[in-house]
């Protein structure tokens, strides 16, 4: 039965990319900048208080209990996940929503694809964390019970319905298609799954440093919120919208955690 379980909370956050990808069948224009800002600002709430609750706590609570150092995995994990982020953002060429000029290094990715590569970019840590979190719930070596496993999934999931309609309407128009449009988004969310499954295949090496690994996943969501997301829904006007949005999306996400963990 875990394992079933185990099976949807990994899916989970691919099926919210899936489905919001699927918008661009049912819209006919573009998502409006207003509430283009207010689904970033969500995206940025419910990654920060994912990082926060199902990530650095559960990281500090394991430290402890096994009687080291309660700061230190968390810490160094935590800023290991921001540098590793930055590494990937400065070596993968990739194309942000905002902006017409591309990030990393130099290649001759078609607009399309470069916009793709941005958002497979951070949805590595998420699938990492989703991994991570449930790798601690099956060999139980964390202090993290299913429910809470499944919290984050979904809220991961409910910040990810917005995230795969935002990357796939742009793209209807430079696709040229909205069925290519939708395979585009559908394959940026491909690497959550993978990256949590790859994880999981790996906990019995990694499970010494699984305090370290949780707090990693926090640093690299972290480094996303703040390069990307927060950037991307305070540009232009009415930057107070995508302010709103990450206080619905912290508090959404922030009540899954502490409701069901």
Do not use: C
């Not at 995206?43 to 096994?66: D, E, F, H, Q």
Request: charged share 10%; proline share 5%; aromatic share 8%.
């Amino acid at each position: 039965m875990i394992y079933a379980d185990v099976l949807y909370g990994l899916l989970l956050p691919f099926l919210g990319t899936t489905l919001g990808a699927a918008m661009v069948f049912f819209l006919r224009e573009d998502i409006k900048p207003s509430l283009q800002k207010l689904l970033l600002g969500f995206a940025s709430g419910v990654m920060i208080a994912a990082s926060v609750w199902s990530l650095l706590i559960p990281s500090i609570n394991m430290a402890t209990a096994s009687g080291g150092v309660a700061w230190v995995p968390a810490v160094t994990g935590f800023l290991a996940g921001m540098f590793a982020l930055l590494l990937l953002d400065s070596l993968v060429p990739h194309l942000h929503l905002d902006s017409s000029k591309p990030e990393g290094v130099k290649s001759n990715f078609g607009r399309s694809a470069m916009l793709v590569l941005a958002v497979t970019l951070h949805n590595i840590p998420e699938g990492m964390a989703v991994g991570v979190v449930f790798a601690g719930v099956m060999t139980q070596s964390a202090e993290l019970s299913m429910a809470a496993a499944m919290a984050l999934s979904f809220g991961i999931a409910i910040q990810n319905f917005p995230e795969g309609a935002i990357v796939s309407m742009p793209l209807k128009n430079s696709a040229r298609s909205r069925s290519r449009a939708f395979a585009y988004g559908v394959a940026s969310g491909v690497v959550e799954p993978v990256a949590a499954i790859i994880t999981i295949f790996l906990i019995d090496i990694l499970q010494p440093i699984l305090p370290f690994l949780l707090a990693f996943a926090a640093g690299a969501m972290i480094y996303v919120v703040v390069e990307e997301l927060i950037p991307e829904s305070q540009s232009g006007a009415h930057s107070n919208i995508g302010t709103i949005g990450v206080a619905i999306g912290f508090a959404v996400m922030m009540l899954l955690d502490v409701a069901l963990g």
